[in-house]
């Protein structure tokens, strides 16, 4: 059993919601929760017990790395396969979480190469699908040199990159869509081997609630261990209860960390917005109090207006005036 977390050894962040996300990707590495996404989203893991996909299919330990807080510090690393792709043109990515997994495929083994990447804005500027294509580009053009040389192209390793979105818009909300190489026959039948193209795939798992259709398996866990308003005895029961997940210390420090800092940065967003309240006449000062407070949750959390609302307890007659002003600014 594991003794002591990373953050436990020293959580060398200033900020709380860049300690949350650290938290968050620290406890998506644990392989009890790896091996049930992998089970649920990818078709080679579909027959396979989930303790054996995390005892003898998960190779090494699942590699995370933060980006650092100051240039000069070093990424928070987990021992596994390295998280940085570097090119002299492209540059570098930092993954959130990459490993390798062995898989049972028609009595061989196959090895994957896996990518996870925890998403809290679903808009960054750019379509996130674009991104997963270009993750799993570079880690397929990475493994020369390490998987194959000269041209050996037939030792290339699948890759999957895997995002968990957490505030995806409603209409995706509670769903898992899987994007892949396929082949299409134009003009002919010519068949080509599944296992000469079928190279890389994207998968997106969107997370919702338990007002939306689809709350269930891999989706409900997900949403109930990275929760910012489910509490961690609430989380422990059902994730064992539900799960079977035993939460081992590292997991419960860790989810304990969640915690702790998702509370800090609500608490922190009402008392500016208070602070900001009282500056200015008791009506206006409560409702500047309030604004303020659902941005700060926003920015800080990701959370959408609605989930913020919802957080500050913001009476139902007075939501709109709140979308309303924040539409003006």
């Not at 620290?26 to 996909?53: H, N, Q, T």
């Not at 961690?232 to 915690?259: F, G, H, N, P, W």
């Not at 207006?305 to 309303?324: C, F, N, S, T």
Request: hydrophobic residues 35%; glycine residues 6%.
């Amino acid at each position: 059993m594991d003794i002591e977390t990373t953050a436990a050894q020293g959580l060398h962040v200033t900020d709380d919601s860049a300690g949350y996300d650290a938290a968050c990707k620290r406890v998506l590495s644990e392989k009890a929760i790896l091996a049930r996404i992998m089970k649920s989203c990818l078709e080679e893991y579909k027959e396979c017990d989930v303790s054996d996909i995390a005892e003898k299919y998960i190779e090494g330990q699942p590699q995370v790395s933060a980006v650092p807080v100051l240039p000069d510090e070093d990424s928070t690393v987990i021992s596994g396969m390295d998280t940085e792709d570097k090119s002299v043109r492209e540059g570098s990515v930092t993954y959130d979480i990459r490993f390798r997994a062995i898989a049972p495929s028609s009595g061989e083994q196959i090895a994957l190469i896996i990518n996870v990447e925890a998403q809290n804005d679903f808009y960054p500027g750019y379509p996130l699908i674009k991104r997963g294509i270009y993750y799993c580009s570079r880690m397929i053009s990475s493994q020369y040199g390490r998987e194959f040389t000269g041209p050996h192209y037939e030792k290339i390793k699948k890759v999957y990159s895997i995002w968990i979105c957490m505030n995806p818009p409603k209409v995706r909300e509670n769903t898992i869509t899987r994007y892949r190489l396929v082949e299409e026959h134009l003009v002919g039948e010519a068949m080509e081997s599944v296992r000469n193209y079928d190279l890389l795939s994207i998968v997106m798992l969107c997370l919702g609630g338990p007002d939306g259709e689809n709350y269930d398996g891999v989706l409900r866990m997900l949403d109930v261990l990275l929760s910012n308003e489910t509490s961690e005895a609430e989380k422990r029961k059902i994730l064992q209860d539900d799960y079977d997940i035993q939460m081992t210390r590292t997991m419960e420090q860790e989810v304990s960390v969640m915690c702790n800092l998702s509370k800090g940065i609500m608490e922190k967003g009402i008392t500016k917005g208070r602070v900001e309240g009282r500056s200015e006449g008791m009506a206006k000062g409560m409702t500047n109090g309030i604004l303020s407070a659902i941005k700060s949750l926003m920015e800080t959390m990701g959370m959408t207006i609605e989930q913020a609302m919802a957080a500050l307890k913001v009476p139902e007659d007075e939501k709109q005036k709140y979308m309303d002003l924040l539409e003006r600014q």
